[in-house]
């Protein structure tokens, strides 16, 4: 399981003004950790909340702010930096930045550079959740994508203004790993796959229902990583509040029978279906149409079974690739073994459920069986764990087709 390389690609850093700026120091570091090499353009606001000096400390380069420098600009610096770069990457991209590279704007050294390069160019958004949310910026971003710019996030949490939501910026190993995606090999070029993640809910009466402890953070780094290989990526979530990863389209749903519905409108068209979600395993035989009353009497649920959805995907005339997932809190391969065989699927991915794995966690760890083999995952955050799935996974399906056309 591999890190992320950037070895011996040339990223030009910008940062723009914000006070995610403070997370661009530790991406510089990363982006060398990697192999990259980089130079580091700072807007005027940056600089007033990361120096200069530290970028140039932490990239080994001198740190550009200004289209006035004489000694840069006496050999055209600004379109030496745009002709150096490999690759482009604007972290934090701030609201106002957005906007002036919409419009086509060239008024201070990075909007400039952005124009002058050749180079691929993402920009990694952080802003207050309302700044995100306006439709200017959507608008911004819209116009951007259609040129060609790679939007990277943002994702939702707490933000500097004490609210809680979209249009945090990415954390710099997600930077990085998009980047290396963009580069590197592209393990499901052209393929179809489906994911499903997150939990569902059964409803008792109009405000209770029954669910799991699923946050859908397994499944959502999944569908980022099979993106991130070139695969044409459709991710079924359950309730969560999760941001959608780069290049997945999205369909919400709720229940069991919903996400029944929805993945096998997908899966005909699919070539590969990763089930991650925690589907729940039963729902109430019948739903109160009002609030139910307690009466200081056991109330009784009479509890009827959901339908097994990857049973039903594995039965389809035109059936994908199966990845199945099994959360065990004990006997993990006996279980997942057994699951594997009695559901005829391709590989399931079994994961440990306890105090600090799986469930309502960042970290997990796979143990992947297949027909005539196994291989551990070991305890990593999930958008780590999901990128070695996704190459095992990849290696998996194409080896199935090559024997299938081998005869």
């Not at 952005?114 to 911004?140: D, E, G, I, K």
């Not at 951007?144 to 933000?159: F, I, K």
């Not at 499903?196 to 990583?225: C, H, L, Q």
């Not at 970290?363 to 780590?384: C, F, M, P, T, V």
């Amino acid at each position: 399981m591999g890190q992320p390389s950037l070895d011996r690609v040339r990223v030009l850093l910008g940062v723009s003004g914000g006070i995610a700026a403070y997370k661009s120091a530790e991406l510089v570091r990363r982006l060398r950790d990697a192999g990259a090499q980089v130079r580091v353009v700072l807007t005027e606001s940056a600089a007033r909340f990361v120096t200069a000096l530290t970028f140039q400390a932490l990239s080994g380069n001198p740190v550009r702010s200004s289209l006035w420098d004489e000694t840069a600009e006496a050999a055209m610096g600004h379109i030496e930096l745009a002709r150096w770069a490999d690759i482009v990457l604007i972290a934090p991209a701030s609201a106002d930045l957005l906007a002036r590279l919409a419009q086509g704007r060239a008024d201070d050294l990075l909007s400039t550079l952005v124009l002058a390069t050749a180079a691929p160019v993402s920009v990694a958004p952080a802003m207050n959740l309302q700044m995100w949310a306006n439709p200017a910026t959507r608008s911004n971003l819209e116009v951007l994508r259609e040129r060609g710019l790679r939007v990277l996030g943002p994702a939702a949490g707490s933000q500097a203004c004490g609210e809680v939501g979209d249009g945090r910026m990415l954390e710099p190993e997600e930077l990085i790993a998009a980047l290396a995606a963009q580069r590197g090999p592209r393990l499901l070029e052209g393929v179809r796959v489906l994911v499903s993640a997150g939990p569902t809910y059964e409803d008792i009466d109009p405000v209770r229902f029954i669910g799991n402890r699923s946050s859908g953070k397994m499944g959502f780094a999944v569908a980022a990583a099979a993106a991130a290989s070139g695969a044409e990526t459709t991710l079924i979530a359950g309730p969560v509040s999760l941001a959608t990863p780069c290049g997945v389209n999205r369909t919400d749903v709720r229940s069991a029978r919903e996400m029944q519905d929805a993945v096998l409108a997908a899966a005909a068209h699919s070539d590969i279906f990763i089930s991650a979600a925690a589907v729940g395993d039963f729902r109430p035989w019948t739903v109160s149409n009002s609030k139910l009353k307690k009466s200081g009497q056991p109330l009784v649920l009479e509890l009827i079974e959901n339908p097994d959805i990857l049973a039903g995907v594995a039965q389809t005339p035109r059936r994908p690739f199966l990845v199945g997932f099994a959360a065990e809190t004990d006997d993990l391969e006996h279980y997942a073994r057994a699951k594997l065989e009695r559901k005829g699927l391709d590989m399931i991915a079994a994961n440990q459920v306890g105090s600090d794995l799986g469930f309502e966690c960042a970290d997990n760890a796979l143990l992947l069986l297949w027909a005539g083999g196994s291989e551990q995952i070991g305890q990593a955050d999930k958008r780590i764990v999901a990128r070695a799935l996704i190459e095992r996974v990849a290696e998996r399906f194409h080896s199935r087709n090559a024997l299938a056309r081998n005869g």
